[in-house]
């Protein structure tokens, strides 16, 4: 059972079994990718992680007020990070029937109208956020609708929260209805206005967000390639070749262009901050432009595989004679669960349709540190002195099946933490730490 409680010190002490990545896996097995102490004490100053001490240095790293949240025998982990989700979709999650061009007609671009009330948008920051932490994600990337309030009431919340969170002001001025779309002009001003007022605010970070290149004319790609420009520090993120109809479309409304890759390229906007979100079906000169720009290439398998889109060749990208860089993300509501663990089942099963391998301990080294470096912030994503103390602390065996499964006996960690991937969800979150802050998910989940 945990508790907390207190004992004579001055800080804030988390004991449980820690387990953070210091390195990408080579594949199952690699164990010196890796640290675990099996009853670890993660130790927190001012809202960072200071030391990770065994449990039997209690002594040594206590003293006045320490508060001690026992969670002796749950696994700690960094806080996940998704890297490609969709603030306004929250209402879209699980709309039937439709491939991508006709689901963001039918469900998305009408759902994504009513951001424009700032008092609803406000309200819909809050269940975001607290959609993600129930998830054990302390930080995302995320789209916001094309409306500036709305990106700006999601960085309110979390800055009230005090969680990290990356957020753009969606920029659309063609191929939508008119109460979704913006113009180059205003898409440019907001966004700047956004970076002005948010970008290094606290924990708080705008990402320049041209939606994708069917729904930006030339002059509005143009417009966010010079705030880019001026802005070297901010993410960039956008949709690429994802759906077959959507590369053909590209085609056609950029005939000049090479192919998809090379329309964001021509602004500007490819480059190690570049988040090229799905980026299925590259042909070879995209992928070796991929490489060489460091562009990343968003992994968002539940949405792949819900709209339909097809399968992410990871071990293709990753390993091929021009590597790119890869993230994994939910893409909520194209995406069907908020949850990073339910994301690495699905993108497991992806792989085996291709042939290919994803270990437990690449998929939970992408979700916390590998997700962290594709956005640039090596203070996220690792439990280890000087990193932000986002925390989630999970219960492998939440459930009776997955309790069953577990007490089959024999359980490595890497065993453990593929039953957690691929059984695992929202359940086994027992709590989430922000800053070193409980979030209180006991309560909240029951
Ligand atoms: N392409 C352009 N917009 C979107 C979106 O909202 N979701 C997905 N999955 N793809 C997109
Ligand atoms: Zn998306």
């Not at 956020?129 to 309110?156: F, M, P, Q, W």
């Not at 956004?194 to 069917?214: E, M, N, S, Y």
């Not at 966010?224 to 070297?232: C, F, I, K, Q, Y």
């Not at 893409?331 to 069907?336: L, N």
């Amino acid at each position: 059972m945990t508790f907390s409680d207190r004992l004579p010190s001055d800080r804030t002490l988390v004991r449980g079994r820690v387990l953070s990545f210091k390195r990408r896996p080579q594949g199952a097995g690699d164990k010196g990718a890796y640290t675990y102490v099996e009853d670890g004490l993660v130790v927190i100053d001012a809202g960072r992680v200071t030391d990770v001490v065994d449990a039997r240095e209690i002594g040594r790293v206590g003293g006045k007020d320490v508060i001690l949240h026992d969670f002796s025998g749950k696994l700690i982990l960094p806080g996940f990070i998704d890297t490609h989700i969709h603030f306004p979709q929250t209402q879209v999650i699980a709309s039937y029937g439709e491939q991508l061009l006709e689901w963001l007609t039918r469900y998305t671009f009408p759902a994504e109208s009513r951001y424009g009330n700032p008092v609803f948008a406000a309200a819909q920051a809050r269940f975001f956020i607290d959609e993600l932490l129930r998830n054990g994600t302390t930080t995302a990337v995320c789209y916001g609708s094309v409306h500036k309030g709305s990106a700006e009431a999601l960085l309110a919340e979390s800055e009230r929260r005090g969680t990290a969170m990356f957020v753009g002001k969606t920029a659309m001025d063609r191929n939508a209805p008119p109460d979704v779309l913006d113009s180059a002009q205003s898409a440019y001003d907001d966004t700047a206005a956004l970076i002005a007022d948010w970008h290094g605010r606290g924990r708080q970070k705008v990402v320049i967000t041209p939606r994708f290149a069917i729904t930006s004319t030339p002059g509005q790609l143009e417009a966010l390639g010079s705030l880019a420009r001026a802005h070297p520090d901010c993410l960039m993120q956008t949709h690429l070749s994802e759906n077959l109809e959507e590369i053909a479309t590209v085609r056609r409304l950029f005939p000049e262009s090479a192919d998809y890759l090379d329309v964001y390229d021509h602004y500007g906007l490819i480059g190690p901050r570049s988040l090229m979100g799905h980026a299925i079906h590259l042909t070879p000169r995209e992928i070796s432009r991929m490489s060489e720009s460091g562009a990343v290439a968003v992994f968002c398998p539940t949405s792949n595989l819900f709209i339909g889109s097809g399968l992410f060749d990871y071990k293709g990208l990753e390993n091929g004679p021009h590597p790119v860089r890869i993230a994994l993300a939910t893409d909520v509501g194209g995406g069907t669960s908020y949850s990073m663990l339910a994301t690495a089942a699905e993108a497991y099963k992806v792989m085996q349709l291709k042939g290919q391998k994803l270990s437990a301990l690449e998929a939970f080294h992408l979700i916390t540190r590998g997700n962290a470096e594709a956005i640039g912030e090596s203070d996220l994503g690792r439990i280890q002195s000087g990193a932000h103390a986002d925390l989630v602390v999970l219960d492998s065996s939440a459930t009776p099946a997955m309790a069953h499964r577990l007490a089959a006996g024999n359980s490595d960690i890497e065993e453990e933490l593929f039953v957690l991937m691929t059984l695992g969800g929202e359940r086994n979150v027992c709590e989430v730490f922000v800053g070193g802050q409980p979030q209180g998910m006991r309560q909240a989940t029951g």
